[in-house]
């Protein structure tokens, strides 16, 4: 359900019906927060409390929700240190029943990191928890929009410290799980694009040595793994070349490298928000809308729910690529 002060609990009641269409969608949270935001967004749908998945009846009228019932008091659009502990619990439910495969997959509506962080937890986001959760080494951020992917060597970190994790071993991991995620997303023979960290990827060595002495090697070992894959690219001009077609994903070397193409193709000129979060590399399928909490707006029902139905459908598709893998003998 996300942070109880924002936008969470009205997209997932505005985008409910059109969630089914892709789905058996089931929410974990807190139903009191739910049947408001039922009120404000003027829905006539009802909640329909659960215990576990296997209770829900998956009907068009009402929400089945496994009910944590961890929100006293709703004062939305406001930063809580209760709030960040409920949206936290949210999230360890769900990695419990997607890890003992009591659900295929979770969406996560958004957090705020204020608040989880004022609640005692030690990451920056959903990703860091996922990750430790399921014992995951190597992991990755892809964003998706429209015809773009983008993934990420690192996320959440200052720009200083993002350039010394480039390493050989860092992209090559990144240009691995990003190419099995390809196969989930259900791409035949992905490409993969890699972006270099310097202006112009260094222009041969003029303005930086990390392509040659970290991005290159990683690039050429993947390609002998029998990844289809290419670069390092000029950063300012690859992103263009794999939404047009040239590639299936960018390898991104940091947080806003990747975000802002993607950003710049998501923000609609009406204020909704479309694209994708998948976390990649989990044993488990999780992806995530692609905006913030958007406390501005909360409890004012008028939050698009675009970005929330885009990712489950991502997740539908990625479960099912799993499940074909499955069947064919091979890694999920």
């Keep these: ?53 296997g209770d829900a ?4 009228d009402r929400i089945p929700v496994i009910d944590l019932d961890n929100v006293a008091d709703l004062d939305r659009g406001v930063v809580r240190e209760s709030y960040g502990r409920a949206s936290l619990a949210y999230v360890e439910r769900a990695i419990e029943l997607a890890l003992d495969d009591s659900i295929d997959a979770m969406t996560t509506a958004p957090i705020n990191k204020q608040a989880t962080a004022l609640a005692g937890s030690e990451h920056a986001g959903h990703t ?14 892809m964003l998706i929009e429209a015809d773009l992917r ?36 259900g791409v035949d023979d992905p490409t993969v694009a890699v972006a270099g960290l310097n202006p112009h990827a260094s222009d041969g060595g003029l303005l930086g040595e990390t392509e040659e002495l970290e991005i290159e090697p ?29 590639a299936d994903c960018v390898v991104s070397m940091y947080h806003d490298q990747g975000h802002i193409p993607i950003k710049m193709l998501g923000f609609q000129g009406d204020g909704a928000v479309s694209g994708v979060n998948v976390t990649i590399g989990l044993p488990i399928v999780r992806t995530s809308v692609d905006h913030g909490t958007a406390f501005d707006i909360a409890g004012d029902g008028v939050a698009s729910e675009a970005s929330l139905v885009d990712a489950v459908g991502v997740a539908a598709e990625m479960a099912s690529g799993r499940g074909r893998a499955e069947r064919r003998g091979e890694p999920a």
């Design 128 to 141: 860091g928890l996922l990750a430790d959760a399921t014992d995951t080494e190597n992991y990755s951020m």
């Design 57 to 60: 009846a998956f009907t068009a």
């Design 218 to 246: 990683a690039v050429s070992r993947a390609r002998e793994e029998g990844i289809d894959v290419f670069g390092p690219e000029s950063p300012d001009t690859v992103y263009v070349r794999a939404a047009r077609g040239a």
């Design 150 to 185: 983008v993934s990420h060597v690192s996320t959440h970190v200052p720009l200083s410290e993002a350039c010394d994790l480039v390493t050989e071993t860092a992209v090559l991991e990144t240009i691995r799980v990003t190419d099995a995620a390809l196969s989930d997303l």
């Design 1 to 53: 359900m996300g942070d109880p002060a924002g936008i969470g609990p009205e997209i997932l009641v505005t985008g409910y019906r059109a969630l089914r269409e892709v789905a058996d969608p089931l929410v974990i949270g807190d139903a009191s927060v739910l049947e408001a935001a039922c009120r404000v967004c003027e829905s006539d749908l009802g909640i329909e409390r659960v215990d576990t998945p």
